[in-house]
């Protein structure tokens, strides 16, 4: 009896060695070390072959808690920090930060991180630490995505700023390029297409199709900068353009030309000239001059024919002298042919 009481008196000694403030099998780095200052390592370091070595397993019946008075709760490998959760000391916003393959630092790593807020607004972001906008974000889902906003709105922003907003609110809209109140709206910035490529046709159905009417400055040549009374119409801009003459453009001899600059597609195009309150104002023939869409270069004038460079294509040959009345207006109706960058031109008068 005496001998089994000293062996199980050896045992206890072994396994639990207050003394050291750890408990342990042989006072190594496995088992559980108390600091003078109450830090507690749980280890489970194995030091012979066998593998796995040193698992720790939780298997609770119950709840498991990790309560962190300083706030962070880190999980690390071999040292390296791969995940943090945290929370603000006044508790309002809640993170879970993932870093990188490989691990990081505080501050200095690439990560993805998840911030509830209070009412529970949720913002998910990504860092990439060298600056170089490398963080990407993808979703690869085996089934679907689903954007299902209760208040209404889906929104689209680049760095802070807003660019367009999908809504179903009060009635289905789609906003790209401006978030201003159209039910469809597809805007672009400086010199961006859009390009709607169907197999079959585009319809538009029991509505009205039209463009926004611009107004030329006379004596303004602003793309060109050609010299004296010179005048740009930028076609590119809209198809619909009005201009009111309060001189004569002189032409060649002169230096003085009425530019047509043209976009990169076909298509038919406006331009009503008025008189002012004195009227007899001229364009001579020789100031009517045509551009290709880079603002720079003038048309080649290709079609059936290779012309003069730049010239415009009249009804009947030559161009049709405008209406010198005052206050009286003509519309210059123009078909451009984009593919052989020729200017079609038909003159109706005295409006």
């Known amino acids: 009896m005496a001998s089994n009481v000293t062996r199980d008196h050896h045992n206890l000694r072994r396994n639990l060695k207050l003394n050291g403030n750890y408990i342990s099998n042989d006072g190594g780095d496995e088992g559980i070390s108390i600091a003078d200052d109450g830090d507690v390592t749980v280890g489970s370091l194995i030091t012979n072959n066998i593998s796995p070595a040193g698992q720790l397993t939780i298997d609770a019946a119950g709840d498991i808690i990790l309560d962190a008075g300083a706030d962070d709760v880190d999980f690390k490998t071999h040292g390296d920090l791969f995940a943090k959760f945290n929370s603000e000391s006044t508790g309002s916003t809640t993170s879970l930060t993932l870093y990188e393959e490989g691990g990081g630092g505080s501050g200095s790593a690439d990560y993805l991180k998840i911030n509830v807020a209070e009412h529970g607004a949720t913002t998910i972001s990504t860092v990439d630490d060298a600056g170089a906008d490398d963080a990407h974000l993808t979703l690869d889902v085996d089934g679907n995505i689903i954007l299902d906003a209760d208040a209404g709105y889906t929104y689209i922003d680049n760095d802070g700023t807003r660019h367009g907003y999908l809504s179903a609110f009060s009635s289905t809209k789609l906003i790209l390029g401006a978030t201003t109140n159209y039910d469809l709206k597809l805007a672009t910035s400086g010199t961006g297409d859009i390009i709607i490529d169907s197999s079959g046709h585009v319809e538009f159905d029991g509505c009205a199709v039209g463009f926004d009417k611009l107004a030329g400055a006379f004596g303004t040549s602003q793309v060109l900068d050609d010299p004296n009374d010179s005048t740009d119409i930028d076609f590119r801009l809209s198809n619909k353009y009005e201009l009111e003459l309060t001189n004569i453009i002189a032409g060649a001899a002169s230096s003085e030309f009425l530019n047509l600059i043209f ?14 309150g004195t009227g007899g104002r001229t364009i001579h023939p020789s100031a009517w001059v045509a551009y290709q869409s880079d603002g720079s270069t003038k048309a080649t004038n290709v079609a059936f024919a290779n012309g003069t460079d730049g010239a ?40």
């Open 312 to 351: 415009i294509r009249w009804a009947g040959g030559s161009a049709t002298p405008l209406t010198t009345t005052a206050d009286k207006a003509d519309i210059v109706s123009i078909y451009w042919d984009a593919d052989n960058e020729t200017a079609f031109a038909v003159v109706s008068q005295n409006f």
């Open 263 to 276: 976009p990169a597609v076909s298509g038919n195009f406006i331009l009503v000239i008025s008189q002012d």
